[in-house]
Every structure is written in C-alpha cells, then in structure tokens.
C-alpha cells in the first residue's frame, strides 16, 4: 500500500457541501441520534444502539485507527461549515497484499435523498485509489436495502455476486449483494482535466 498522503494526520476529506473527518468521543451524541433510529439501522448488523454503545463504538473506532500502516478509516460525515455529523461513511483495507478495502455509508434519516451517501462514498473511493493505493473497493449490502444498492450503481461500481441468506442478521437469514469497483474502471470514469 503505497499512500500519496501523510496517514498520520487526521484524514479530513471535503466533498462539495460535506466534510469526512475523524470522529471523536465528543461525537457521540450526535452519532447516536441515527444509531437509535429503527429505520436506519435496520439493515445494519446491529441493532438499536445506547449513547452508551455509540462511545465504545467510536472508542473501538480510535483504538483501530491506530495500527500503521493505517487500514480503517471509519469517518465522520459533517455538513461543511457547521460540522453537523449526519452520519458515517469509511474504508477499511481487509486485504493489503491485494491492495483490496470494503467501504460503506450511513447517513441520517433526515438526510436521506439528498446524495450526501453518494458524495461521501464517491470521496473514500477517491481516497482510496489515490491516497491508499487500492486496486478494488467493494461494498457488502443487505439485498433489501434499495436506496444503498442505488448509491453504489450511481459510484459505477459492478454487481459482482449476489449471496443469498448468507448472513443471520436479528434473528432472520438476509441475501448480500457486492459491488465492486476496480482502480482502472474508477479512473477511466474520471473527468480529464
């Protein structure tokens, strides 16, 4: 993994009206408004979540960021200006020797329809492939979750597999869908400048 950036600084990418930055454990109160929400969660792993849990979470968010070279980047999604959180997005490198990182999104309910998901996503993949070297970026999503499917055709990714019940997630079997993108196809989509 070879990065364009200094990994060591606190990543903060802004992406038009949003900012992705690292979260903090002042965080985690307005993480939780969307973590507390059935809607949101709902096709997350896991359920409903106290203020309580949203510390820890940011807390183990800190603790994994630590390791270097830096694989999980698990960032605040803000409105540009105000630094609003209104929800997260990240990439984690679950395979460096293949250059090979997962990435996802979740953004308030309030929020939704908006194309904060899709600028924030399109950013981390940015960041990926420049910053981070990457050579494949996918998303794991539940089958039924329509608007996140939408968010990674509008990134150009690829349909790759569609895994079915391969997950029990609160007590049912659930299909995944992945979608992929590859470094080549991400930069022959990029506007020439």
């Given at each position: 993994?070879?990065?364009?950036?200094?990994?060591?600084?606190?990543?903060?990418l802004?992406?038009?009206?949003i900012?992705?930055?690292?979260?903090c454990?002042?965080?985690?109160?307005a993480?939780?408004?969307?973590e507390?929400?059935?809607?949101?969660?709902?096709?997350?792993?896991?359920?409903?979540r106290?203020?309580?849990?949203?510390?820890?979470?940011?807390?183990?968010?800190?603790?994994?960021?630590?390791?270097?070279?830096?694989?999980?980047?698990?960032?605040?999604v803000?409105?540009?200006?105000?630094?609003?959180?209104?929800?997260?997005?990240g990439?984690?490198?679950?395979?460096?020797?293949?250059?090979?990182?997962?990435?996802?999104?979740?953004?308030?309910?309030?929020?939704?329809?908006?194309g904060?998901?899709?600028?924030?996503?399109?950013?981390?993949?940015?960041?990926?492939?420049?910053?981070?070297?990457?050579?494949?970026?996918?998303?794991?999503?539940?089958?039924?979750?329509?608007?996140?499917l939408r968010?990674?055709?509008?990134?150009?990714?690829?349909?790759?597999?569609?895994?079915?019940?391969?997950?029990?997630?609160?007590?049912?079997?659930?299909?995944?869908?992945?979608?992929?993108?590859?470094?080549?196809?991400?930069?022959?989509?990029?506007?020439?400048?």
């Amino acid at each position: 993994m070879t990065a364009a950036v200094d990994l060591d600084a606190p990543v903060r990418l802004v992406a038009g009206d949003i900012v992705l930055r690292e979260l903090c454990e002042l965080d985690a109160e307005a993480l939780n408004r969307h973590e507390r929400d059935p809607a949101v969660v709902r096709y997350q792993l896991h359920a409903e979540r106290t203020i309580e849990e949203s510390r820890d979470y940011i807390l183990r968010v800190l603790e994994g960021s630590r390791p270097r070279p830096r694989q999980l980047f698990d960032l605040a999604v803000c409105i540009a200006g105000n630094d609003e959180l209104i929800g997260r997005a990240g990439i984690n490198v679950t395979n460096p020797a293949q250059r090979e990182a997962v990435l996802w999104y979740v953004i308030e309910g309030r929020f939704w329809g908006m194309g904060y998901a899709t600028r924030a996503a399109r950013r981390l993949l940015t960041f990926g492939f420049e910053a981070l070297g990457l050579h494949r970026i996918y998303a794991d999503i539940d089958a039924r979750n329509r608007s996140s499917l939408r968010v990674a055709e509008k990134l150009g990714m690829r349909r790759e597999a569609h895994f079915r019940q391969n997950m029990w997630v609160k007590g049912e079997w659930t299909d995944s869908i992945i979608f992929a993108i590859l470094e080549d196809d991400w930069r022959a989509a990029q506007p020439l400048i």
